[in-house]
């Protein structure tokens, strides 16, 4: 029996062994796992268009809220901010859009350095999400030059450097962008990838096109959108109230896309059919909603819808359409489309005094006027036709996050915004530069944009 | 047996048979009770045995009493001495030489892996007994040790059965990591906390609830480093050691049967308005913001022609019981404790009910004087009935506090009204009732907690033992909210066809402990040793799947939804691998010392700080048993002590320490994201604790005290240290920042009168000061509610203790406009967030307890009084109860018709005007004075005599009555002051949120022993 006690005893103890102490994560997978092998490639790739997600729905708050188009009737006060004109650098929509950029060029780093090294991966494929992760970066950049201005350039996934780095000039910046650009350029991307929720070769064509756009390259611009249109690639949807309504219309060069299993349900930064519908933070402004409904506008008028009973109080009873929930077909947030592609090239045109006629900038606005059933353009003179051409984009654009980008590149953001609101400052021309980053990265210290 | 079964269970009435004695004449005796040196014995308690004849000794130990006859036994008895019988005989003096109790005096108890003797302990342990809390008819057993230690805050949330409960021991030591203390039920550290998966509006469950308070013999709460340092990296927020009963070998086998029923109501109800004079209010509201108010629809003589009181539509009395066995017995191989315990308890709120059924099977076998094995069991099954909580939009309490009267319930053929019902309000008056009633939140678990252990007697001074055992836990949740709630019916994004959630969890802890202790005695000097090695393993595994779209309300689960569009599965797993060691000596029981240190390696550190080292130093001196201090003094004990030493917090979560991907969906697709930035240095908590304390015994043992000082020192708090967004990341795990505890406690038993009538009390008083130290950075953490016009309602900063408010400075109520005015702190002339304040703490100044025990004869009663004081509530539930106007979607509270109304108006209350904000913005307005003095518990029971009892050859038979929460003395305006909506929280305590306040229970029992 003793000896029985002391087998209990002593094997037992045995039991104990340090493997205890390094159990494996299952829903994780560490850093230097996530990247090593020809199979982590394709979902390392979905991991850097998740981030890239990420930038699209408060780009549209940034584009459309900043601007006119959208005034917030509910609780956050970030989105009070933008309505009042009292934009703040504590402002969360700013972190939020700062932050998706930088986990982007974060993620599309992290893949640059690592790919190189990893065995097995094809030719072919390297090439393709190489391209990936540099049109991805140059696009990040791209929305973060217009929105903060000049911003910090951070080329690898290193924290101790990415932790204290300063803003580079816009020059340096724009430079950097249109390097990454043309890296993504030519034959690695696929013409057609699976759907317009992929990078296409046409995506980074548009990505130049709007780039050369708001850099005055005007007859870049029209080459590039020349180039697009010209492809039949895509085509105009006949009925306006698809591009509401429905993802991947044939006029969709690059989406971001969402289904069933990822919306990002009541997310308040990024889900917008929340912000638009379910909590009704936000609804269109009163100017947007009178504009929509011009003759001009026709169908676009579809982009927002009435509902008698939200009516009251501040509530003017209208919704912005385009979000749905995750059960409609219309949660994805639009990047670049072709009807954006015939404005770019209205508007190069119109600069380029190609105002009338065959080939002209009125005739592209035309194109949309008349799908989209509404009055055809009349203008006389070139400013009338950049007038036309601005309407025109707030029309058909509406909720895609273009506007307060629109005004302030053709210098229109103070006679237009201080006639909306008289809060409006000059400063609010770029978006502050979130507070958090100013006070925990050393090499920003002093740098905050004017005024703010 | 069989018939005493029914006898019990047949209600509880007992035949009491008429007494039938023969008295013979009657003489008197006198003599004098002495101790064994011959000192005389004041107070000692004499009775004739079977009856309740007695009396006590005088000052000089004498006494007299009359005696019916020589068949009569006297009984001698005196606290701290050995009870005894001496038989009448012809002699009429009887003197008789009382011996000190040795098992009293001598008493041991756990503490760790050792045991060590009461008086002797150095460190700082509160002891709870079965005794304390057997009145108490309390669901968990966290519960039971509510004030009855000093220094051990409990906290209920609120009054919901099987609900949260918060319990910090000596304040709280973290910001990010778990601040519950450790609690080890026989060796196995058990879940505590929350077990759901799923979120209840604030309030969660509570894994200690599967457990049966009455199988506890003992708590012992470890306080300070000398004590639970040998618990290491896991002893920063103290230890509770729970001990189970188990049989005592060579007793007479028992049985004992305890039967509860009681009735449970609200404690409080808030005093609202009625539709008349809401409507009032409202018009007044509409006509402020210059509309009118019959545009609104709001319509005297209309409107409020329905007056509903939605709080008692939503509550009612509800029923709990408890049906208790427990056999013990053993002979002098062989011991065993079994029980098995069945409770039922209703809540307030309709539909709302907690059951457990409990068993348990304690063996203790003697194989040979050397080896020795045994085993604790027990299996606990709980199904608790939820009902949606206060911190939901569709919440049940909170919808019928904020539900306007001029709603109602029911349609006129006296179905619920819901969704697509014209009189269905929508939000945010999503018809209490229907909330209540029609959801199915059902949530069960099975909890298994088993060990084996051996030991082996090597010689007199070695011994070994070994224990293995396993904590299981199982959840499992089914929910289903049809289409005629808010959630199922109401809201668009769900589709208005119904939403099902099921999710199942289990939670196991494996944990091996090994042991060899060494005692020996060289003359005068003691040394007893424990080292040991431990290895424990947890495992938690989870999933869940989401249905919505069912096809009709009759098909509630979701293998009939429309649409199966959310699931998932996970697992965790955590490991501790530890090696500890304790020696004390002690010399002639007058100087005291000890070393304690644990060696502690987790899982959850980063690589570079895997394993920890925790150790303590204590030292003690009992001045009584210097040969200069006199004898036979008023002082028979006095002990002063001291400690330092270091424990840690490892609950940082698990693989926070890794840079790590995690899965993320892309437009269908599915890949890998970045989640986490890679620390390899994260470690444990540190803190640093230093603890002085004197024990002092008056009076033979009749007054005794302790005064416990401490100084705590948390260091390396887990935390998110936030970092520039341009990494691609916003925050880094870290360990930065401070938090000092400093605190005095005072625990006091006194036997105030002993003899026919005794009278004790206990009191305990604890004062702790929490500061937080100093954090990552300068910019102060917002946590909490976001709070309108101030930011958010709580803040940690430097300087202040966690659970700070922030608010605006309200400064009253201009009597021109009526319009609250706030204070202007940056001075800019504008009030904004800016000029948010810090405006008090959830902090008590100090809390305690004091239980007084009366008994007289058959009789006896206690009353438990509990107090907290200093402490400030946020009554948030007023920012919609009491919103000047703000919006017209709630009812208000009776103070609002102090409104100001017009010009000259004196008052504390705003004028009421429809979307005026300013008015209502978050400020120390809705603070409260959070003190309270609650009568906790009265409970009054009778021992029926002896002779009565032996009629059914039955050793004791006790019937009682015991009632909780019966008064409470507070100034707090809301429901009630022992409220928290954000149940477990640390940095947000003391909000109430329409939370459901304490229940008063009134329970009739009987207990009865064979």
């Avoid at chain 1, 998706?100 to 390297?126: D, W």
């Avoid at chain 1, 409006?424 to 944009?449: C, H, M, S, T, V």
């Avoid at chain 2, 005096?105 to 460190?123: A, F, M, P």
Wanted: with cysteine; net charge negative; charged share 20%.
């Amino acid at each position: 029996m003793k000896k029985a006690a002391l087998i209990i005893l002593f094997l037992v103890t045995g039991f104990g062994c340090t493997n205890f102490l390094d159990p494996e994560p299952v829903a994780l997978l560490i850093d230097d796992l996530a990247l090593n092998e020809a199979k982590d490639v394709p979902s390392v790739e979905i991991g850097l268009y998740g981030a890239f997600r990420g930038i699209a729905a408060p780009k549209v708050i940034a584009g459309d809220m900043t601007a006119d188009m959208l005034i917030h009737i509910g609780t956050f006060n970030q989105y009070r901010e933008f309505s009042n004109k009292q934009i703040t650098s504590t402002n969360a929509s700013a972190a939020a859009l700062w932050g998706s950029i930088y986990r982007t060029i974060y993620v599309a780093n992290f893949i640059l350095e690592k790919l190189p090294g990893v065995p097995g991966v094809t030719e072919a494929e390297r090439n393709e999400v190489t391209a990936t992760a540099r049109f991805l970066r140059g696009y990040a950049y791209f929305v973060g030059v217009y929105t903060f201005g000049a911003m910090p350039i951070t080329t690898t996934s290193d924290l101790e450097s990415n932790r204290n780095v300063p803003r580079s000039s816009v020059e340096d910046l724009l430079a950097f962008i249109e390097a990454d650009y043309a890296a993504a350029s030519g034959e690695a991307l696929p013409e057609s990838p699976v759907n317009a929720g992929f990078v296409s070769q046409s995506a980074v064509v548009a990505a130049r096109a709007r780039l050369a756009l708001y850099r005055q390259n005007w007859a870049e611009a029209e080459a590039l959108t020349s180039q697009i249109i010209d492809s039949e690639n895509y085509t105009l949807v006949d009925d306006y109230s698809d591009i509401v309504l429905s993802d991947f219309t044939d006029e969709a060069i690059l989406e971001v896309g969402y289904t069933v299993n990822d919306d990002p349900g009541t997310d308040a930064n990024y889900g917008l059919n929340d912000l638009f519908r379910g909590r009704r933070e936000i609804i269109p402004s009163n100017q947007t909603v009178v504009a929509l409904s011009n003759d001009e506008a026709g169908d676009r008028f579809r982009n927002i819808s009435f509902d008698l009973s939200e009516l009251g109080g501040v509530d003017n009873g209208w919704s912005v359409a385009k979000y749905g929930t995750a059960d409609e077909d219309n949660n994805n947030i639009i990047v670049f489309r072709l009807g954006e592609m015939y404005l770019i090239r209205a508007e190069a045109r119109a600069q380029q005094n190609k105002l009338f006629g065959s080939g002209s900038a009125l005739e592209d606005v035309n194109v949309l006027r008349s799908r989209a059933n509404g009055a055809p353009a009349v203008a006389n003179s070139k400013e009338q036709v950049l007038q036309v051409i601005e309407r025109e984009r707030l029309y058909e654009l509406a909720y895609e996050g273009h506007r307060w980008y629109d005004l302030v590149r053709t210098g229109r953001a103070k006679v237009v915004m201080t006639t909306f609101n008289t809060n409006w400052q000059d400063k609010f021309e770029l978006w502050p530069i979130p507070l958090r980053e100013i006070q925990y990265n050393p090499a920003l210290q002093g740098a905050q944009n004017p005024g703010y | 047996m069989k018939h005493l079964l029914l006898l019990v269970f047949s209600g509880l009435t007992l035949p009491l048979v008429a007494p039938t004695s023969s008295q013979a004449q009657s003489r008197v005796i006198t003599g004098q009770v002495t101790d064994i040196d011959n000192f005389s014995l004041p107070g000692v308690n004499i009775y004739i045995k079977g009856t309740t004849t007695g009396t006590i000794t005088d000052i000089e130990g004498n006494y007299r009493l009359e005696v019916g006859g020589t068949n009569d036994v006297l009984v001698f008895s005196y606290i701290g001495y050995l009870t005894k019988e001496v038989p009448v005989t012809a002699a009429t003096t009887i003197d008789v030489k009382l011996e000190e109790d040795a098992r009293q005096l001598n008493e041991v108890i756990v503490t760790g892996y050792s045991y060590v003797k009461k008086r002797d302990i150095i460190g700082a342990i509160a002891s709870v007994s079965a005794d304390d809390i057997k009145n108490l008819p309390v669901v968990s057993l966290d519960q039971a040790l509510q004030g009855k230690a000093a220094g051990v805050q409990v906290t209920q949330s609120s009054g919901t059965p099987g609900g949260g409960i918060t319990v910090r021991v000596r304040g709280n030591t973290s910001i990010s990591a778990s601040n519950r203390p450790l609690f080890i039920i026989d060796g196995v550290p058990v879940e505590d906390g929350a077990l759901a998966l799923r979120s209840f509006g604030g309030q969660n469950d509570n894994a200690l609830s599967t457990l049966n308070p009455n199988d506890i013999e003992s708590f012992q709460v470890l306080k300070d480093a000398s004590a639970k340092a040998i618990y290491g990296s896991r002893a920063a927020n103290g230890v509770v050691l729970i001990t189970t009963k188990r049989g005592s070998k060579g007793a007479k086998t028992s049985v004992t049967f305890d039967v509860q029923r009681g009735v449970i109501d609200l404690t409080n109800k808030l005093d609202l308005l009625s539709s008349e004079e809401l409507v009032t209010l409202q018009r007044e509201a509409i006509t402020n913001a210059g509309q009118d108010p019959d545009e609104s629809g709001i319509i005297k003589g209309v409107t409020d022609a329905v007056n509903t009181d939605w709080i008692d539509q939503v509550t009612r009395q509800a029923i709990m019981e408890q049906y208790q066995m427990s056999i013990s017995g053993g002979d002098e191989q062989t011991s065993f404790y079994s029980s098995f315990n069945y409770r039922g308890e209703e809540g307030v709120i309709l539909n709302n009910q907690f059951l457990r059924f409990a068993g348990t099977l304690n063996i203790d076998h003697k194989v040979t004087d050397k080896l020795k094995f045994g085993n604790n069991l027990t299996i606990s099954k709980t199904r608790n009935d939820r009902i949606k909580g206060d911190n939901f939009l569709d919440g049940v309490y909170s919808g019928a506090v904020k539900s306007l009267p001029y709603y109602f319930p029911f349609d006129e053929k006296g179905n619920i009204i819901g969704p697509g019902n014209s009189n269905y309000a929508g939000f945010p008056n999503f018809n209490p009732v229907g909330q209540a009633v029609l959801p199915r939140f059902q949530t069960n678990t099975l909890k298994v907690l088993v060990g084996v252990f051996s030991e082996y007697q090597f010689n007199e001074h070695f011994r070994a033992r070994a224990k293995f055992s396993v904590d299981y836990n199982d959840v499992a949740e089914d929910q289903f909210e049809p289409s005629s709630t808010a959630i199922g019916g109401f809201l668009a994004s769900v589709g208005g066809l119904g939403y099902g959630v099921n999710s199942t969890g289990t939670y196991v802890t494996y944990i091996n402990t090994n042991t060899v202790s060494y005692n020996q005695t060289f003359g005068d000097h003691v040394v007893n040793a424990t080292a040991g090695t431990e290895f424990l393993q947890r495992t938690e595994t989870s999933n869940f799947v989401q249905g919505r779209l069912f096809p009709s309300d009759d098909f509630t689960y979701i293998t009939s939804a429309g649409i199966v569009d959310a699931g998932s599965s996970n697992k965790v797993n955590s490991g501790l691998n530890s090696y500890f060691a304790e020696a004390r000596y002690d010399y002639k029981e007058k100087y005291f010392a000890s070393v304690t240190t644990r060696y502690d390696g987790s899982s959850r550190f980063g690589t570079n700080n895997r394993f920890g080292l925790f150790p303590s130093v204590s030292a003690g001196y009992r001045i009584t048993n210097e040969a200069f201090f006199p004898k036979n003094t008023i002082v028979d004990d006095l002990k002063v002590r001291g400690s330092y030493g270091f424990t840690g917090n490892e609950r940082i979560g698990d693989f926070a320490f890794l840079g790590t991907f995690a899965s993320t969906t892309y437009n269908g697709v599915t890949g890998t994201a970045p989640a986490n930035l890679e620390n390899p240095d994260l470690q444990w908590e540190v803190t640093r604790e230093a603890n002085v304390g004197i024990d002092l015994s008056l009076f033979s043992g009749r007054l005794q005290t302790s005064v416990d000082g401490y100084s705590n020192l948390t260091s390396k708090l887990l935390f998110s240290q936030p970092i520039p967004l341009t990494t691609g990341f916003g925050s880094i795990q870290g360990n930065i920042g401070e938090v000092s505890n400093l605190g005095v406690e005072l625990s006091v038993n006194s036997i105030n009168f002993d003899g026919d009538f005794r009278w004790s009390t206990n009191l305990n008083i604890a004062k702790n000061d929490n500061l937080v130290k100093s954090l990552a950075d300068t910019l102060p953490l917002f946590r909490g509610y976001t709070a309108n016009g101030a930011g958010n309602t709580n803040i940690v900063k430097p300087g202040y203790p966690l659970g700070t408010f922030w608010g605006l400075n309200f400064l009253g109520v201009d009597p021109a406009t009526g319009d609250a005015i706030y204070e202007d702190i940056n001075g800019d002339g504008q009030i904004s967030p800016d000029d948010g304040k810090v405006i008090g703490t959830a902090q008590p100044d100090f809390v305690g307890g004091i239980t007084n025990n009366l008994s007289y004869r058959g009789f006896d009663l206690s009353v438990f009084i509990q107090f907290s004081y200093g402490n400030k509530l946020l009554n948030f539930s007023n920012t919609a109860l009491l919103n000047s106007g703000e919006d017209i979607n709630n009812n208000q509270v009776r103070k609002a018709l102090d409104r100001w109304q017009k010009p000259g108006d004196i008052t504390d209350v705003p004028r009421y005007e429809l979307g005026n904000t300013q008015n209502n913005w978050h400020s120390n307005r809705f603070l409260e004075d959070g003190s309270f003095l609650r009568v906790k518990n009265i409970s009054l029971g009778y021992n029926l005599p002896v002779r009565y009892v032996e009629k059914i050859k039955a050793q004791s038979i006790r019937i009682y009555g015991s009632a909780t929460n019966v008064f409470t003395w507070t100034n707090y305006t809301g429901n009630d002051p022992e409220v928290s909506t954000l149940d477990g929280s640390t940095t947000a305590q003391g909000i109430d949120f329409f939370t459901l306040p304490q229940v008063k229970t009134m329970m009739l029992g009987i207990n009865v022993k064979f």
